[in-house]
T-cell receptor, first 114, second 112 residues
Framework: DSGVTQTPKHLITATGQRVTLRCSPR?????VYWYQQSLDQGLQFLIQ???????AKGNILERFSAQQFPDLHSELNLSSLELGDSALYFC?????????????FGDGTRLSIL | AQSVTQPDIHITVSEGASLELRCNYSYGATPYLFWYVQSPGQGLQLLLKYFSGDTLVQGIKGFEAEFKRSQSSFNLRKPSVHWSDAAEYFCAVASGNTPLVFGKGTRLSVIA
């Protein structure tokens, strides 16, 4: 158990819809990272938050947004969903920021777009 | 830009045999290197990491990895593979304040 909690585990929805994925980091961790894992793209970094502020941005679509709340949990919002958004979405956390920080991953949310 | 190459998409080994998974990275400065393992339906678990110092690092589950700067490699090894080691293995690199960059992964199958 990594200590990172993601909900829901599975999500099935239709094209054009909007969903929210939730992540609770390990106790004491201030950084939260979001990743997308698909068969064709592999593991892609989307965005990082540190103590409530956006810290780094990767290959995140404009239809996607995220935020980190005062209690340090984070939400990833995906809107105007397309078939190609079907993927595993992982959240990871680390105590601070910087590449030297090992990240601990949740079990992911599997998103299926019908 | 940083990049990570895992040349082997899929490897099959016999239980009890030794294992080496290859990882090559591209980055100008000294990187921070990681190996993660992903079992089916689960998230990624950190196996080991290299930041500096001794180039041979020990990790969990009997894994080790060796950093070779001259070859830009960070190969993962295990002397004797167990059936429970069957999983997907990811090499990753970061530096400074840059986010983790992952390789495409190597799927390990273990046969009796």
């Amino acid at each position: 158990d990594s200590g990172v909690t993601q909900t829901p585990k599975h999500l099935i929805t239709a094209t054009g819809q909007r969903v929210t994925l939730r992540c609770s980091p390990r106790s004491g961790d201030l950084s939260v990272y979001w990743y997308q894992q698909s068969l064709d793209q592999g593991l892609q970094f989307l965005i990082q938050y540190y103590n409530g502020e956006e810290r780094a941005k990767g290959n995140i679509l404009e239809r996607f947004s995220a935020q980190q709340f005062p209690d340090l949990h984070s939400e990833l919002n995906l809107s105007s969903l397309e078939l190609g958004d079907s993927a595993l979405y992982f959240c990871a956390s680390s105590p601070s920021t910087g590449g030297i920080q090992p990240q601990h991953f949740g079990d992911g949310t599997r998103l299926s777009i019908l | 830009a940083q990049s990570v190459t895992q040349p082997d998409i899929h490897i099959t080994v016999s239980e009890g045999a030794s294992l080496e998974l290859r990882c090559n990275y591209s980055y100008g400065a000294t990187p921070y290197l990681f190996w993660y393992v992903q079992s089916p339906g689960q998230g990624l678990q950190l196996l080991l990491k290299y930041f500096s110092g001794d180039t041979l690092v020990q990790g969990i589950k009997g894994f080790e990895a060796e950093f070779k700067r001259s070859q830009s490699s960070f190969n993962l090894r295990k002397p004797s593979v167990h059936w429970s080691d069957a999983a997907e293995y990811f090499c990753a690199v970061a530096s400074g304040n840059t986010p983790l960059v992952f390789g495409k992964g190597t799927r390990l199958s273990v046969i009796a």
